[in-house]
């Protein structure tokens, strides 16, 4: 980590910021206070609307937890957040749809795939859109057709709020190196 993380918990905290403390505890429930927090913590305001907005991305979309878990294991592996694949990718592999089919998360994997293997339409769509917003941010005009197919207006904005914020947070992981991650680079990632 590239800064001190905060006491856990935070000290001298003022009345106002004692309450952004309790949201994120709230929100964290037994796990407690991630390293992310304990980062996140030295700003309490930026704090209060960072929580904000992944408790409702996390918890408050539409999105089956497969297409949810895509859009943010994306992000991560292709910025390199392994912090943040290490807390998703467990998720992705216990949704219903990859429990089914354990070979799913290879193609989820690989960073550059050609082919949707075992991963369903919808699912493989999602990866690509995930992929094309992370590394080119402008999405070309047939693959966000192929999106607004499959899924309705409010999923296509669930899907592209969850990948826009999950860019947020791996970028701030990897850029001040919470969870000290940067350099265990997986065995699969190439």
């Known amino acids: 980590m590239r800064l001190p993380y905060t006491d856990n918990p935070p000290k001298n905290l003022s009345k106002e910021d004692e309450g952004v403390l309790?949201?994120?505890?709230a929100r964290r429930g037994e796990r407690g206070l991630l390293p992310l927090d304990l980062t996140l913590l030295?700003?309490?305001?930026?704090?209060?609307g960072w929580n904000s907005l992944l408790?409702?991305?996390?918890?408050?979309t539409s999105l089956p937890d497969n297409i949810?878990?895509?859009a943010i294991c994306r992000p991560a592996l292709i910025n390199k957040a392994w912090f943040e694949w290490m807390h998703h990718a467990p998720l992705l592999e216990a949704s219903a749809s990859f429990k089914s089919k354990p070979n799913k998360i290879e193609v989820m994997k690989q960073l550059h795939p050609h082919d949707q293997g075992s991963l369903d339409a919808e699912?493989?769509?999602?990866?690509r859109y995930a992929d094309a917003m992370t590394r080119e941010i402008k999405v070309k005009q047939e693959l966000f057709d192929e999106l607004k197919e499959l899924f309705d207006e409010q999923e296509v904005i669930e899907?592209?709020?969850t990948v826009a914020s999950y860019n947020m947070v791996s970028r701030f992981l990897v850029a001040l190196d919470v969870g000290e991650m940067n350099d265990e680079v997986p065995g699969f990632a190439r």
Do not use: C, F, Q, Y
């Open 22 to 25: 309790e949201r994120v505890k």
């Open 68 to 70: 949810r878990e895509i």
């Open 159 to 161: 899907i592209t709020a």
């Open 55 to 60: 408790g409702a991305i996390r918890t408050r």
């Open 42 to 48: 030295h700003a309490p305001k930026v704090t209060d």
């Open 123 to 127: 699912e493989w769509v999602v990866l």
